[in-house]
């Protein structure tokens, strides 16, 4: 298990490179000017100093390695600054950001913990509504509560989340008007007042994606649960006089689970590239609309940089996902 | 006993033959769901072809001077029931927005637009994922690079990339083909490029586990050459997969144009698609929630009935669960 682990590290590390290099090559073929906002009163060559001060035009063999440099080695080096108060990235360029000349990975750090929070709760919400669905679903399969709970996460499948959104915004905020449509992130949790405004203003978003996620893995585990459900050790169980409960909630679901599992992790990159549409519609200013201002202003050092942390988590997730299923599932040999 | 002789009747079989299709389709019948999802996805496809010619109303006219007054803001006709005095009209069944634009025209042609989208992109990631899975199953020497491709592409994020791709190809092609033309193969090549990973693993399996059958050795033995063996062989051993990727496929192309274009990334402004048409109305979605109702529910609803009939194909096409 260990070598198998430490072998996928080896191996993701080229891919993570060579998907850097992909994205890399991707934005240099960009037209856009980040001179393009500043005032036209500013001479050209003072203009062009600005551009060769923000790195622009450098030949890719030295800014590619240099952007990777300072990702790798000097944002680490900052962070272990600010976390440790160790002093090793002392007089160390980081990665600047074009629209606001200020490091990327803070703006990053600031944008982050409302990403996390929405699409946190909406996950954790999700798996605990979809396993038991899932679950019950498959035990009375081809009941009138299996063929409904089918046809919800049909829906819930095939309704996109700029629609659904815009559906309760339209619901809950203009017609009813119990829940803010727009999500105020500068608002600050001290008391029970403002913790109730954060949970309303929360409740939306978190429902929109929760609702995805939920269809998702509930037909997931139900498709689990139903090829476990026939298998002979269940049988046995039966035979052996287990009670119904201990039968279906102890053997079948922790067989079911291994799969599910995996999915779960498997999920977690995608929600937040799904998180990009839902911040846009409840104006969430976290990591996904970051990264919509960031393309919309030709910051291609933001840009680069948020969609490899993207492609680090997906590939991270997957890793993980495939050592889970190793670790839950004694019957899986790496080796 | 053995020296009675077996009587013809008893081998001869008492009903006609059935072909294989006929089967599928008594068993795609049974669906409810599919059946369902095929009705309301053809009715869709004829509304949004067939109607523009029967509708009264040009989607792109502009009225102008005191035209633009009396029309802009038209609500649809069933207002009435709860707002006796709304400003409705009975020539335009939907409504209008707020430029005087006929809502329910723009919707027919905007679903014109959104279903050639998904129709196109599904054929070109179909053909992409077949192309790639069967030479990567069928040629070993090309299995390792094709599948590590295929895990690299989907190890990247995909929408942040076509995001930027759209952003930076858009003003390039539209140069080219000019702004529709530009967009529209721009989007359907972004979205077909990205989208046929899935179709490719399954496809490869498929090819691989055929190779071991008995008939492939057969093929092989009287000196088929792989061309043949692929059209001839392989292919119609993996029609059923690449249908059911296929039917969904257009479901996801239909999603991810849509998202683009809600994101404001997607065709130029008063060219309408169901995204567009949505996204352009959110702003003023407290006053007119309709505008943003019915494009989302066209987009929900083509989606919804595309995966019942990809759902309902997927067990129709498989021998293992017909005839139950």
């Known amino acids: 298990m260990l070598t198998y682990t430490f072998r996928r590290l080896i191996i993701s590390i080229p891919t993570l490179l060579f998907i850097s290099l992909v994205i890399y090559l991707l934005l240099e073929l960009a037209p856009g000017d980040p001179m393009a906002q500043v005032p036209l009163t500013v001479p050209p060559d003072v203009k062009e100093k600005m551009r060769e001060a923000l790195g622009v035009g450098q030949p890719i063999w030295i800014a590619f390695p240099k952007w990777l440099y300072q990702f790798f080695v000097v944002e680490p080096m900052y962070f272990s600054d600010a976390v440790f108060g160790t002093s090793f990235a002392e007089g160390q360029q980081r990665v600047i950001s074009w629209q606001s000349r200020s490091p990327v990975m803070d703006i990053v750090i600031q944008r982050l913990p409302q990403t996390l929070w929405v699409v946190g709760v909406a996950y954790v919400v999700a798996i605990a509504i979809a396993l038991p669905i899932g679950i019950y679903s498959a035990y009375r399969q081809y009941s009138w509560f299996d063929n409904a709970g089918t046809f919800i996460t049909m829906v ?34 001290d008391s029970w007042e403002s913790f109730k405004k954060q949970l309303q203003q929360m409740i939306m978003p978190v429902m929109v994606l929760a ?125 | ?36 999802g095929a009705a309301i996805f053809i009715s869709i496809v004829v509304l949004v072809v067939a109607g523009p010619w029967f509708y009264w109303n040009d989607p792109q006219l502009v009225p102008t001077g005191r035209d633009f007054l009396t029309l802009r803001d038209t609500r649809p006709i069933y207002t009435v029931l709860w707002e006796p005095d709304a400003k409705v009209s009975w020539l335009y069944p939907l409504g209008t927005d707020n430029l005087g634009r006929d809502t329910l025209g723009r919707l027919l042609i905007g679903g014109r637009i959104s279903l050639a989208v998904g129709t196109a992109a599904m054929v070109l990631s179909v053909l992409l994922g077949t192309l790639i899975g069967v030479t990567a199953g069928y040629f070993r020497s090309f299995d390792g690079v094709l599948m590590r491709l295929t895990d690299l592409f989907l190890a990247l994020p995909l929408l942040p990339l076509l995001l930027v791709a759209v952003l ?148 129709a096409l498989d021998p293992r669960i017909r005839g139950r």
């Open chain 2, 1 to 36: 006993m053995t020296d009675a002789p077996l009587s013809m009747d008893a081998t001869e079989p008492n009903a006609p033959p059935r072909s294989q299709w006929a089967d599928v389709w008594a068993q795609f019948k049974a669906h409810r769901g599919a059946m369902w």
């Open chain 1, 156 to 189: 819930g499948f095939s309704v996109p989340p700029f629609f659904s959104g815009v559906v309760v915004i339209v619901v809950f905020s203009v017609w009813l008007g119990w829940f803010p449509s727009i999500y105020d992130t500068t608002l600050v949790v």
């Open chain 2, 168 to 315: 930076l190809f858009r003003d390039r092609l539209s140069g080219i083909f000019g702004p529709e033309g530009g967009t529209f193969i721009l989007i359907v090549t972004l979205v077909g490029i990205t989208s046929w990973m899935q179709t490719a693993r399954i496809v490869r399996g498929d090819v691989l586990a055929l190779k071991e059958r008995e008939f492939i050795l057969a093929a092989r033995s009287i000196g088929t050459s792989p061309g043949k063996m692929i059209s001839r062989h392989l292919l119609p051993n993996v029609m059923s997969p690449i249908m059911v990727s296929a039917t969904l496929g257009i479901a996801t192309a239909i999603i991810t144009e849509s998202a683009l274009s809600f994101l404001g990334f997607g065709f130029p402004p008063d060219f309408p698609t169901w995204g567009k048409l949505l996204f352009d109305s959110v702003d003023r979605m407290e006053l007119y929630p309709e505008r943003v109702i019915w494009p989302g529910l066209l987009i929900s609803l083509t989606v919804l009935s595309v995966n019942y009939v990809g759902d309902g194909l997927r067990d």
């Open chain 1, 211 to 335: 609702l995805q996620i939920t269809s998702q893995l509930s037909r997931f585990m139900r498709a689990s649960m139903l090829d476990n459900l026939n298998q002979d050790y269940v049988r046995t169980a039966r035979a052996k006089g287990l009670g119904e409960k201990t039968v279906v909630l102890v053997h079948v679901l922790r067989n079911s689970l291994i799969p599910v599992v995996t999915v779960i992790a498997l999920g977690i990159p995608a929600i937040f590239g799904g998180a990009i549409i839902t911040e846009q519609v409840f104006k969430v200013n976290g990591i996904g609309q970051l990264l919509i201002t960031a393309i919309q202003a030709n910051d291609l050092p933001m840009v680069q940089t948020l969609t490899f942390i993207f492609a680090v988590l997906i590939v991270l997730f997957n890793l993980i996902a495939d050592i889970l299923y190793g670790i839950l599932d004694p019957r899986i040999r790496y080796d």
